[in-house]
């Protein structure tokens, strides 16, 4: 229907008042059936199946639209064609990435924080508090101090990217360079930055765009299950001391995005503070287990870090984009980023207009979303102890994938496993070359995939390929795994066949 149409609808204007209300809520009402119903069918569908090619080209091919469309028609076109095909994700049986399903509370809270629609760049509005109120349960949880900065971002690329330009301006100051200034530009020392192999691409990312270079990154050794060698580190790092180079930050991970792995982040600590170089961990990922009394002493060390990054959208189940990074010194935070343009007032007034001092000013964004509302409505609705719960139960269920896995004689566990990640491979009863179970591993993570049942990821280890399922699905049940190891183990064997025949 448009609105040439007639049948009672009017065009829409930009203005949301324009909306009777009883119509906000008629339409309303079926957003939230169709939220229902998409969740409430997820499990009885594939996993995944791709966007038809017919249906792909369709849906980049459509021009501006030049009539308004019905709010019904709009919804009908989400609901058969949108929500029709996602990544997987809400499903249980899903495990690649580390793609979670969504919180409910974080649906309706997203649609909320919408509806005021503020920017949070800073003010003396409600938004503002519940961000701060967010970063202070953070900072209790891993163990920062309430004096830290902090703030939501798109994810943990973002939050790297902000916590690193902090260190980055730290490293400059100390080599007697202002960087704000004069960039990196006439710089006489070589800035360098310490990651494992493990080490996430988001931090070579940053590190090229702020302008250390990817061929200053220096790969530190790691041990048999894939954790940075804390006397690799220190080796590295005392070299290029010694020889007038200046290290930025050494990045740890807090669950490798491969494995899981967490590097030992006390010694690591201790190399960086007896060299007063920034520790910047990585727990995109794997920070929430510090809630769970397996993990909590290994993951403990991340209080003594410089900045953390985190991902609430990942194993917390935030809805996407959820992020957040914590930066202990917050005066030089602000020195790096502040601009305190003269068209805003960012000072801070607790009882005036501009409220507490601007996230606007100690990050990348100016314009900011109210991303607090969803981890707050989230944290808020589990609790620690739901959150405990939910993320030991995936612990179970890696545990039990990892044991139908060493069950299986033609599967190989990668081991040691850590966290909720399991990666094996087939390899068949008789011995095929690594090259040609490589490509085995390859097709048969496709097959898997598209065949709808299950959704491992794929990954390389060692040299070798790896499916790897990565479980943060709450709802995950132990015939889950069952069927994984199940339909490997017939697929690869029928792949494994074709190359013997
Ligand atoms: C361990 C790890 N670090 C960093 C990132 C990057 O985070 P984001 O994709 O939220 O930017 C990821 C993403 O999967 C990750 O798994």
Redesign the pocket.
């Known amino acids: 229907m448009t609105a040439e149409d007639g049948g009672g609808w009017r065009a829409p204007t930009a203005h949301p008042t324009d909306w009777p209300a009883d119509e906000i809520r008629r339409v309303g009402y079926r957003v939230v059936d169709l939220i229902a119903d998409h969740l409430a069918r997820l499990p009885t569908r594939p996993v995944f199946r791709p966007v038809p090619p017919a249906l792909s080209r369709e849906l980049v091919a459509t021009p501006v639209p030049m009539a308004a469309t019905a709010p019904d028609a709009i919804l009908d076109s989400i609901r058969d064609v949108i929500l029709a095909y996602p990544m997987g994700n809400g499903h249980p049986a899903f495990s690649g990435?580390?793609n979670s399903p969504p919180a409910m509370m974080g649906i309706f809270a997203d649609a909320l924080a919408a509806t005021m629609n503020p920017n949070v760049a800073g003010g003396n509005q409600a938004a503002v508090y519940i961000e701060h109120e967010v970063l202070g349960w953070f900072k209790e949880l891993l163990g920062f101090p309430p004096s830290a900065s902090g703030q939501l971002v798109?994810?943990?690329?973002?939050?790297?990217l902000t916590a690193l330009g902090v260190a980055r301006h730290v490293a400059a100051t100390r080599a007697g360079i202002d960087a704000r200034h004069a960039g990196l530009q006439h710089a006489t020392t070589t800035f360098t930055a310490y990651q494992s192999e493990q080490g996430?691409s988001?931090h070579r990312k940053a590190l090229e765009v702020l302008g250390i270079g990817s061929s200053h990154i220096r790969v530190i050794e790691s041990d048999a299950a894939l954790r940075m060698s804390p006397a690799a580190l220190e080796a590295a790092l005392a070299r290029d001391l010694r020889e007038g180079r200046t290290p930025v930050a050494v990045i740890a991970?807090a669950?490798?995005?491969d494995t899981g792995g967490i590097d030992p982040l006390d010694a690591i600590a201790d190399v960086c503070h007896m060299h007063g170089v920034w520790l910047h961990v990585?727990g995109?990922?794997?920070a929430p287990a510090i809630l769970t009394a397996r993990y909590a002493g290994a993951l403990a060390g991340i209080a003594r870090a410089d900045s953390v990054?985190t991902?609430p959208?990942?194993w917390m189940s935030v809805p996407i984009?959820a992020?957040l990074v914590l930066i202990k010194d917050a005066a030089t935070t602000r020195a790096t980023y502040a601009h305190d343009p003269p068209y805003l007032r960012t000072d801070g007034d607790p009882e005036g207009v501009t409220g507490p001092p601007w996230f606007s000013e100690l990050g990348l964004q100016q314009t900011r979303g109210f991303r607090a509302l969803k981890v707050w409505a989230s944290i808020s609705h589990l609790g620690r102890a739901g959150y405990r719960a939910a993320i030991e139960h995936t612990l179970d269920m890696a545990a039990q994938l990892a044991a139908h896995v060493q069950a299986a004689p033609d599967l190989e566990l990668w081991e040691p496993t850590s966290l909720s990640i399991v990666c094996f491979r087939y390899v068949g009863d008789c011995a095929l070359s690594s090259a040609v179970l490589d490509a085995i591993n390859r097709a048969l993570c496709t097959e898997l995939q598209l065949g709808g049942d299950v959704f491992p990821t794929s990954t390389v280890l060692r040299g070798r390929t790896y499916l790897r399922s990565c479980i943060v699905h709450a709802g995950s049940r132990p015939d889950d795994g069952e069927r994984l190891v199940r339909l490997a183990r017939e697929v690869g064997a029928r792949l494994a066949s074709t190359q013997r025949a």
């Open positions: 990435w580390v798109s994810g943990s690329s973002a939050a790297a996430h988001c991970s669950g490798t995005v990585d995109a990922y794997g990054a991902d959208h990942k984009e992020g």
